[in-house]
């Protein structure tokens, strides 16, 4: 069969100078024939006359492109393909086979193993610079390209991340300034009245103090007030009124007091970062979160009481952004709620429900760890490794957006040069530290 003679017209002068060809191939006559006329054409030529040298100088050598004979003892050069194929430092390496074998399954099989041209022998050497050039040409257009997407995949992956920072950036501080506006106007709608409330309940228990002084007075100037006013004693039973009335007082003023702190509870979660760092009291921030979540710790039908453990240690004021720390407290506490309500309801009914929060100053007293431990039912290694991932949540379609431990992270680590991970398992709970920076004061007052 006579080979197909191929015009050489123009060869890239710069992609030749650049080019190393790698010739496999157990025939030295052929060897000399093709290595001399790259070498003619400014190739860069290494030769190896068995497989495993072959593959052993890809591997060292990495040529931009390899010549290699099918027919060859012990490994023939459809194997030697497949191992060069099969390692990541050669697989990238286009392969043309030289053979003598003209039958269409040789053809096809060089191609299945990775091939992605032949000659035929006796060779040509017109064909195989032909050949060489036009594959040596689409490699690099290839290895162009494929930079090409390397880098527009950063850029890409480096815009979505700066995206996600921007989108976390700007829910966090909607979120923050949405809470901060819906707790100080309720703050704002409560005063008053709580005010006047208060105020006049104090004047209503010196008025009913009165009023049973003068009944006492009036019972005793008078024994026998008569049947009609005996018998309204009896039907308002007035004796259990004079015993009741100051207990229920003492209630009314329980319960004003409790506002009262549910009110400074929203006060300071809802008071606004300024621009600049300012020191506050680390504890106020996790009381106050916990006093708003309160009505989510009682029992409900699912589920016993969640007992809260606090073990506070004596910490100094730091330095921060208290409002939005406070906004990471919320989202972890809310997160263990969230893990009890969802454990099945007959497991709850004989489950004791803790959440464990303690603080403490680190062993070189350069940080202050908190941690929000829960002994839920935990999480998988998959999910942990997520956890902190933009829109990642385990939670059911619209009752969560994957957003808060994300923004958590970015508070922490971020505006406060601090690390927050976790640590859990399955059927052990879930422990969240937190480790803030301190900056040390001469004044700085102990958190109590």
């Known amino acids: 069969m006579v080979a197909k003679s191929f015009k050489i017209n123009n060869f890239n002068s710069d992609l030749i100078n650049q080019s190393t ?23 860069n030529v290494l030769i190896a006359s068995d497989s495993l040298s072959g593959i052993k100088r890809a591997k060292f050598a990495h040529p931009d492109l390899i010549l290699l004979d099918i027919l060859m003892p012990e490994i023939d050069g459809f194997e030697t393909c497949r191992r060069l194929k099969a390692d990541e430092k050669t697989y990238n390496i286009p392969v ?14 060089g191609f299945e193993v990775g091939a992605v041209d032949y000659v035929t022998k006796p060779i040509q050497i017109e064909e195989v610079l032909a050949r060489v050039n036009l594959h040596l040409q689409l490699y690099c257009l290839t290895q162009k390209l494929e930079q090409q997407v390397e880098e527009r995949t950063i850029k890409l992956n480096r815009t979505l991340q700066e995206l996600q920072e921007s989108q976390l950036q700007l829910v966090k501080s909607e979120k923050m300034s949405s809470l901060g506006l819906l707790l100080a106007g309720i703050t704002h709608e409560i005063k008053n009245p709580l005010g006047f409330i208060s105020g006049n309940l104090e004047h ?29 004693a009896k039907e308002i039973e007035l004796e259990y009124l004079l015993t ?7 209630s009314m ?41 309160k009505h989510r710790l009682k029992a409900n039908e699912y589920r016993p009481d969640i007992k809260i453990i606090k073990n506070y240690g004596n910490i100094p004021q730091l330095l921060g952004f208290p409002g939005q720390l406070n906004q990471v407290f919320m989202n972890l506490i809310a997160n263990a709620i969230d893990v009890f309500d969802e454990v099945n309801s007959e497991l709850a009914k004989s489950d004791n429900f803790i959440i464990e929060i303690s603080t403490e100053i680190s062993l070189d007293s350069q940080e ?5 431990q829960d002994n839920g039912h935990g999480m998988s290694e998959e999910t942990k490794s ?34 927050i991970f976790c640590e859990s398992k399955i059927g052990q709970g879930t422990i969240f530290t937190i480790m803030l920076p301190i900056f040390h004061d001469n004044n700085s007052e102990l958190n109590d």
Not at 96 to 109: Q, R
Not at 204 to 232: D, H, S, V
Not at 368 to 372: A, E, F, L, P, R
């Open 21 to 43: 060809i790698l010739i496999i191939d157990d025939n030295p006559t052929n060897l000399s024939v093709a290595a001399n006329a790259l070498e003619d054409k400014g190739f």
């Open 96 to 109: 043309i086979f030289m053979t003598a074998l003209t039958e269409s399954e040789h053809k096809v099989k």
């Open 204 to 232: 209503t228990e010196l008025a009913f103090q009165e009023l049973i002084a003068y009944l006492k007075l009036y019972q005793e100037t008078f024994p026998q007030p008569g049947k009609i006013i005996q018998e309204k």
């Open 244 to 250: 009741d009335l100051p207990k229920m007082l003492i």
């Open 253 to 293: 003023k329980q319960g004003i007091a409790k506002i009262e702190e549910i009110s400074r509870s929203m006060q300071t979660l809802s008071r606004a970062d300024r621009n600049e760092k300012v020191t506050f009291n680390l504890h106020e921030g996790i009381d106050s979160t916990l006093m708003i979540l």
């Open 368 to 372: 202050v760890m908190i941690k929000i």
């Open 386 to 419: 997520q956890i902190f991932d933009h829109l990642f949540t385990t939670k059911a379609v619209g009752k969560g957006t994957g957003l808060g431990l994300a923004i958590s992270r970015q508070i922490v680590e971020e505006k406060h040069q601090g690390k």
